[in-house]
């Protein structure tokens, strides 16, 4: 009786943390053989990109659009997942469904994703059956077909991925530890998809070349691939009927029926806490790196390195297919980081540490592009007949060699940040679904303004890559101090309240 007493006069948790408990997704840990089965969903999503991200600037060039004006396809990009993110976030939060709050949304995403890249796929074989003129440069009927299957393609991923991350929070039931592992998986299938996207230019027509050829192979085989690793997963991994009695106040849904997602999201953008708020700084300069980098890694390859210029002669086309090896070597690095995650935080000291450690790596990578271009320029050879021959093996291997060595970041990026997060805004009080449009706004803006400004600004230094990734440079190294210097180191009491409130995606 004595023990039973002493159970009861036990202190108890805050009143919101208590009812975050007794969320029925968050009271037993998932075995973990489902939450890497849940991240393989990752593969499936990222093999139909890894074609896109390594041609995409080639392919929509081969339709007729100027380099210059390449960049703002990609705003279809920021600018959905700025609108689709927070409202998918708020529905997942306070989803009724017998089938789950987050499972619907997967499954749908997934549909969706199904459906836009069959579009981008077959473009240009949909324009030519429309009445392209192949003849042409401009083929208008492709380009948009392409553009409406890329938008479709951003709006279905933000459908898919944020949902499924946010699975993976649930099931970690709060463990900060599982939640970092379980991004890091999600991280390692990200690199499968890539691997598995740089395969196969087996589809060719009169209307596609071997970026059309490459995508459409690539999107058919991601197609198959998506929906049978979501089908297994959603079949194998259970969530229970959520309902608002399962939550604190704060993700009660508004009894006015308005559903008021961009005023919850200014208003958890307002009482954001300092250590939040310097990670969204720190996030978007390590974005401003990335993202020039990301949209021209392949027509750097094809330009500056071969010194081809696109739709004239073959150099281009080798320097991009050549561009493709350096991505695909780019997903193997990236993989392998992604397993030894937990081995480098431990390693360097902690999660920050190792995030602006990378940070500075990515910083001289991207100058290195820039000597690499320069030696590539300074040795460029011509034949006999005077045309340009391709570099030599010293200029592409070093190429080669940076491709390789970004991966290493670039798995962090796709880790560390949300594992930051989940224990700086434990305390938040907004769902999971709502706050990861919150970290996502750091994403996506500076994807926008470098969409905008990428092509002009490099139009102004000579039609080249290199200026943006000079100012990619100089962001990733601020972004590496102030991940060590400003970033607080997660406490322990951070990640109590963690354990307690839920995890952030």
């Not at 159970?7 to 053989?33: C, F, G, H, R």
């Not at 396809?73 to 700025?82: F, N, V």
């Not at 991994?237 to 999201?265: N, T």
């Not at 300092?274 to 027509?299: G, H, K, Q, S």
Request: proline share 6%.
């Amino acid at each position: 009786m004595e023990n039973g007493t002493k159970e009861l006069n036990k202190p108890q948790p805050p009143s919101s943390a208590a009812m975050q408990l007794q969320t029925p997704v968050q009271k037993i840990p998932t075995a973990t053989w489902k939450l890497v089965l849940v991240a393989a969903i990752a593969a499936g999503v990222q093999f139909g990109w890894a074609l896109q991200l390594s041609l995409l600037t080639p392919y929509v060039q081969l339709l007729g659009i100027p380099h210059k004006w390449a960049a703002y396809i990609w705003l279809c990009g920021p600018i959905s997942g700025m609108l689709v993110q927070p409202i998918v976030g708020y529905y997942s939060d306070h989803c009724q469904s017998s089938f789950g709050r987050r499972r619907p949304f997967i499954a749908s995403g997934a549909g969706c994703v199904a459906i836009s890249v069959i579009l981008i796929g077959f473009a240009a074989d949909i324009g030519y059956k429309a009445g392209d003129d192949m003849s042409k440069t401009l083929k208008p009927r492709a380009v948009t077909v392409f553009v409406i299957g890329f938008w479709i393609l951003d709006v279905a991923n933000n459908m898919l991925q944020g949902p499924c991350r946010a699975l993976l929070a649930d099931l970690c039931s709060g463990d900060t530890r599982r939640m970092r592992s379980a991004n890091a998986f999600y991280s390692f299938f990200m690199a499968v998809g890539n691997i598995l996207g740089y395969l196969f230019p087996f589809s060719k027509t009169h209307a596609c070349d071997l970026y059309c050829a490459n995508l459409k192979s690539c999107f058919i085989i991601s197609i198959a691939l998506l929906i049978i690793i979501t089908v297994v997963a959603l079949s194998v991994v259970r969530e229970k009927q959520w309902s608002p009695d399962d939550a604190d106040a704060a993700d009660e849904p508004p009894s006015s029926g308005k559903i008021p997602v961009f005023g919850e999201l200014l208003g958890a953008l307002k009482d954001l806490p300092r250590p939040m708020l310097l990670l969204l700084i720190v996030t978007c300069l390590n974005w401003i790196a990335w993202f020039p980098f990301i949209l021209f890694d392949t027509d750097w390859m094809g330009r500056e390195i071969y010194g081809g210029t696109a739709g004239k002669g073959k150099l281009y086309d080798q320097g991009v297919r050549a561009g493709s090896l350096g991505l695909l070597l780019n997903s193997v690095v990236l993989g392998l980081t992604s397993i030894a995650v937990e081995y480098l935080v431990r390693g360097v000291g902690g999660v920050k540490i190792l995030w602006g450690v990378v940070n500075f790596i990515l910083a001289i990578g991207l100058v290195m592009t820039v000597v690499v271009s320069k030696v590539a320029q300074h040795q460029r050879e011509h034949s006999a007949n005077g045309q340009l021959l391709p570099p030599s093996a010293g200029v592409k291997a070093g190429a080669l060699s940076l491709f390789s060595i970004l991966g290493i970041p670039l798995s962090i990026t796709y880790s560390i940040p949300f594992a930051l997060a989940s224990i700086y805004s434990s305390g938040s009080g907004a769902g999971q679904g709502l706050s990861l449009g919150v970290l996502n706004l750091a994403i996506v803006v500076p994807q926008m303004i470098v969409s905008v400004l990428a092509g002009p600004f490099d139009s102004l230094f000579g039609g080249g890559n290199l200026p943006a990734f000079v100012v990619g440079a100089i962001s990733a190294a601020i972004s590496g101090v102030l991940a060590i210097v400003l970033l607080p180191k997660p406490s322990k009491d951070a990640a109590s309240k963690l354990s307690l409130s839920g995890t952030y995606h």
